[in-house]
């Protein structure tokens, strides 16, 4: 039998929910309330680091970095992001242009309708004028 562990915290409590189940589901499948052997006992992990939310562990000695390799790494995320970001201008702007060319195409369309219309208004109104006389 595998035993799959979630954690979830709640103030600070880890708490075993599949192993619970598991463990009763056990108890109630054997029909007896003895005590498990070891191998049933479900496994509860401890979480990777008892530090509270919020609080950083320090960095090894070996990965400090000096203030000028920090200056540089910043420099570098910087033209990075500016880079990006020239990137996603110039596409925007190249999805602008497309969509107000698309919009232009749609006005000329529905002057054309529009003319062709008032067109046929007149005629229609020149024929019932006609027919009035």
């Not at 960095?59 to 920090?70: D, F, N, R, V």
Request: proline letters at 5%; charged letters at 25%.
């Amino acid at each position: 039998m595998t035993m799959e562990t979630i954690e979830s915290r709640q103030d600070g409590n880890i708490t075993d929910s599949v192993a619970e189940r598991e463990s009763a589901h056990m108890h109630t499948q054997t029909g007896q309330n003895s005590i498990p052997t070891l191998a049933q006992l479900p496994q509860v992990t401890s979480p990777t680091t008892a530090l509270p939310q919020g609080v950083v562990m320090a960095a090894s000695p070996g990965s400090l970095h000096s203030p000028q390799q920090l200056a540089e790494e910043a420099t570098r995320k910087g033209e990075l992001r500016l880079m990006e970001n020239r990137e996603a201008a110039r596409e925007c702007h190249r999805k602008k242009k497309e969509y107000v060319k698309c919009l232009e195409n749609r006005v000329a369309v529905l002057e054309n309708q529009n003319k062709t219309l008032i067109e046929e208004l007149k005629a229609l109104k020149d024929l019932y004028c006609h027919k009035a006389e």
